[in-house]
């Protein structure tokens, strides 16, 4: 049974700061690898999405690494702003037809001005 | 081109009643997956459906049911409310590899 871990799970920093959120899963049988950013009370806002066979993906000032062996992936946020300030989701997608995404409990990020 | 949309936004039942939520997915997606989200289990799937098919579900009791239209817009439905049951409902449209996530359905369950 797949199982997604985040760590931290509360991070606080001060603006400017560059950082690293972490994800690992128990499963290296995945499709795919997704980051998402979640505003209080409010839907999910993908960011980055890595496919199995990929090792990283950047937007912007995120970067998204995925070692599918060891089961871990890490999201780089360059020069962190107060409007980074979310929690950071990552899910991973099995390796059948499906959909279904099993995710991780989350880091929740701030960023003090 | 429009995001995917949930309704309502806001429900407030008591235990025992049922209540159907609805989701609209993004123009050409044909799948539709639900989670639910709560502060203790974070976020857990609940099932998908593909081109009015149920394709996979998750671990929740059969008081939780949906279905999909052949307009791929979709609803789920809980019977018999427990306290339990309260949360924020999100629904997902996905045409390749991306998901998109509406902005939910908060229900609380009295």
């Known amino acids: 049974k797949q199982e997604v871990t985040q760590i931290p799970a509360a991070l606080s920093v001060p603006e400017g700061e560059n950082l690293v959120l972490n994800c690992s899963f128990t499963d290296s049988a995945i499709y795919n690898l997704q980051w998402f950013r979640q505003d209080p009370g409010k839907g999910l806002t993908s960011l980055l999405l890595i496919q199995s066979s990929q090792r990283e993906q950047t937007s912007g000032r995120l970067n998204a690494s995925l070692d599918k062996s060891s089961g871990r992936s890490t999201l780089y946020i360059a020069a962190s702003q107060p409007g980074d300030s979310a929690t950071y989701l990552c899910?991973?997608?099995?390796?059948?037809?499906?959909?279904?995404?099993?995710f991780g409990s989350g880091t929740r990020l701030l960023v003090r001005p | 081109k429009a995001g995917v949309t949930q309704t309502p936004r806001y429900l407030i039942k008591t235990r025992g009643q049922q209540v159907t939520l609805s989701c609209s997915p993004i123009?050409?997606?044909?799948?539709v997956s639900w989670y639910q989200q709560t502060p203790g289990q974070g976020l857990q799937f609940l099932f998908e459906y593909f081109s009015e098919t149920q394709r996979n579900k998750g671990n929740f009791p059969g008081r939780f049911s949906g279905r999909q239209f052949s307009n791929s817009r979709s609803e789920m439905n809980v019977s018999t409310l427990e306290l339990g049951d309260s949360a924020l409902y999100l629904c997902?449209?996905?045409?390749?590899?991306?998901?998109?996530f509406g902005p939910g359905t908060r229900l609380t369950v009295l």
């Open positions: 997902a449209s996905s045409r390749r590899d991306t998901q998109y």
């Open positions: 899910a991973v997608r099995g390796g059948d037809s499906s959909y279904k995404l099993i």
């Open positions: 123009s050409g997606h044909r799948s």
